[in-house]
């Protein structure tokens, strides 16, 4: 039996107080894989609390990264959106706070974490982020989004990329535009990263959220969300297997 654990951990970014929250199993004291979580546009919320602890389950040390600062908790939609839109606006700023919890993920003396088998991964607003902490060159050995949008202020960053990457989308996500998808394509290959995308038919946004109940836009999907993350867990395997 897994003793799965969920410790606060505060930080500071330029002498602003944030609180993420380190997901581990107590009972392991070996170095595990380290993944870097960052949440959707809702923040740190039992939700994303309930995902970390399932992903833990399977052997990994999870940091849900703290994006907006320890006194920002958005309660609805419309404070969502106010928290997310100025870091979707300003891409340096989100890479900044996804390397802060980034870098506690790997000093924390909590949990024992392998830095050398390091991953990011996130929903929506944070699979953005997923995506633009691989850009900056941090030494993640995958990048994982779930139904988030693709798009980056300069795509030739893409040359920074260490790992790789797996985008899983919605084939009927209405809230990233078609046109992201073969513009993800282009900068990847021109990159020459080891990339997949899997698109899944019948399935909009948001659909590994058990609570998105907006047919036709948000809307949970449970056999996608199996088999998305059934797609993650594969790579992570891949990736941190030895002599990977």
């Known amino acids: 039996m897994s003793n799965i654990t969920i410790e606060s951990l505060a930080y500071q970014i330029d002498g602003k107080p944030y609180e993420s929250r380190l997901v581990f199993d107590a009972d392991v004291k070996s170095a595990q894989p380290g993944l870097l979580m960052a949440p959707n546009w809702m923040g740190i919320s039992a939700g994303a609390e309930r995902i970390a602890k399932a992903v833990a389950a399977e052997g990994y040390v999870v940091l849900i990264a703290d994006l907006y600062g320890q006194a920002v908790r958005p309660g609805n939609g419309d404070e969502a959106g106010a928290a997310m839109m100025p870091l979707k606006n300003d891409r340096a700023e989100l890479r900044k706070r996804m390397q802060a ?14 830095t050398a088998r390091l991953a990011s991964f996130g929903f929506c607003f944070g699979g953005c982020c997923s995506l633009e902490l691989a850009r ?27 790992g790789a990457v797996l985008v899983l989308h919605g084939a009927d996500d209405p809230l990233v535009p078609k046109e992201q998808l073969p ?23 948001s659909f590994t959220d058990p609570e998105a109940n907006m047919p036709g836009k948000m809307m949970y999907n449970a056999k ?8 993650m867990h594969n790579l992570l395997a891949e990736v941190f297997k030895p002599g990977a």
């Open 101 to 114: 919890a980034l870098e506690q993920l790997q000093g924390q003396g909590k949990a024992a974490v392998d």
């Open 136 to 162: 900056t060159g941090a030494p993640l050995k995958a990048a994982v989004s779930f139904h988030g949008t693709l798009d980056t202020p300069n795509p030739a960053d893409a040359h920074n990329i260490q």
């Open 183 to 205: 513009a993800f394509e282009a900068e990847m290959n021109a990159a020459k990263i080891d990339w997949q995308l899997l698109s899944y038919g019948g399935a909009v946004h």
């Open 224 to 231: 996608v969300s199996a088999r998305a993350f059934r797609s």
